[in-house]
């Protein structure tokens, strides 16, 4: 068995409207759900947006901090699911079937390195 990890990117807009966002998270609380039954679900989380982030970056020997995402760009990290699969194509199943209850949000399917039980 290997951990995928499934992250899903949103643009940097205003969050949908609640009649719009409501029914994509109902739907998203039903495949994890899916996915615990399926004994593949590990974790998963959703982001606070990239203003909130602070990145620590070494310089001559110290650690800066500052405030704002470590990239600019007109998409970010918005959440992720860790899932545990026995190889690639059952890990794009499952992230085919995330894409798809986020409205066709992007989801990267990575796997993990050397990510031992």
Known sequence: MKYYLLSIYQPDT???APEVLDP???DLDALNGEMRDAGVWVFAGGLFPPSTATVLQP???????TDGPFTEGKEHL????????EDLDE?????????AVL????????PFA???D
């Open 78 to 85: 918005g959440g992720f699911t860790v899932i545990k699969v």
């Open 114 to 116: 050397g990510v031992v």
């Open 24 to 26: 994509i998270m109902r």
């Open 91 to 99: 890990a794009l199943r499952w992230g085919r079937k995330l894409t």
């Open 59 to 65: 310089r001559a020997g110290e650690v800066i901090t």
């Open 14 to 16: 205003e969050p949908p």
């Open 103 to 110: 409205g066709g949000l992007t989801v990267e399917v990575r």
